[in-house]
Every structure is written in structure tokens, then in C-alpha cells.
Nanobody, 127 residues
Framework: QLQLVESGGGLVQPGGSLRLSCAAS????????IAWFRQAPGKEREGLSC????????NYADSVRGRFTISIDFVKNVVYLQMNSLKAEETGIYYC????????????????????WGQGTQVTVSS
């Protein structure tokens, strides 16, 4: 059973930075796609970024491209989301998710694509 545990959330001022971590365990043989999502109060879950467990191409939502960076530590099995220039409207619960990678195609930031989810970590952007 694949398990994901997020950490690194907290309170940050507008314009500030945070780095979220997603510790993964229980991988079986095969490539996985890992993604980060955000759910703001009263809004639907929004896909932010994704990548394959073997590295390679990263995908970003237009709203975060150039400010957020997804990366992976292959030794520790930890996926990171570096978030810079944060905005107040980006307050919410941040989740990581994973699932087996498709045979063809790049990773996706569509929530329905993923079966395995972490419990989330709260990020509050406020002065």
C-alpha cells in the first residue's frame, strides 16, 4: 500500500517562500507519477505540478509556473514543492498524490488521475 505524508506547511507572509515535503513509502515495482494539489477554502482541489518518479519532465499549472518547483530525492523517496512569491489567495491545504504512471503520456495534474493521497498540510499566506 502506497503511503504519502506531507510536511512543511505553516504561516508565511505574502511574497515569502515555503518548501513542502512528501515522504513516500510502499512503492512496488514500476514508475509512478507524483503530483501536488491545493484546496483553498470553498474551492475545488487544484492541480499545481507533477513529475514521474524516475525524474524527467515536470508539468506546472499556469498559475504557479515560474514560482513553484517540484523535485525528488531518489535516495530518501521524498518529493518536494518549493514555493516562492506566495500570494494570499494561495492559502489552503496542500496535498501530494501518486499513482502508477501510464504507459504513454506525461504526468497529469488532474485529481481523478490519482488514487493515493496524503493527509495534507496547511499553508497560510498572510501578513
Amino acid at each position: 500500500q502506497l503511503q504519502l505524508v506531507e510536511s512543511g506547511g505553516g504561516l508565511v507572509q505574502p511574497g515569502g517562500s515555503l518548501r513542502l515535503s512528501c515522504a513516500a513509502s510502499g512503492f512496488t515495482k514500476g514508475d509512478y507519477d507524483i503530483a501536488w494539489f491545493r484546496q483553498a477554502p470553498g474551492k475545488e482541489r487544484e492541480g499545481l505540478s507533477c513529475m514521474r518518479s524516475t525524474g524527467g519532465r515536470r508539468n506546472y499549472a499556469d498559475s504557479v509556473r515560474g514560482r513553484f518547483t517540484i523535485s525528488i530525492d531518489f535516495v530518501k523517496n521524498v518529493v518536494y514543492l518549493q514555493m516562492n512569491s506566495l500570494k494570499a489567495e494561495e492559502t489552503g491545504i496542500y496535498y501530494c498524490a501518486a499513482d502508477l504512471a501510464p504507459y504513454l503520456g506525461a504526468c497529469s495534474v488532474a485529481p481523478e488521475r490519482y488514487r493515493y493521497w496524503g493527509q495534507g498540510t496547511q499553508v497560510t499566506v498572510s501578513s
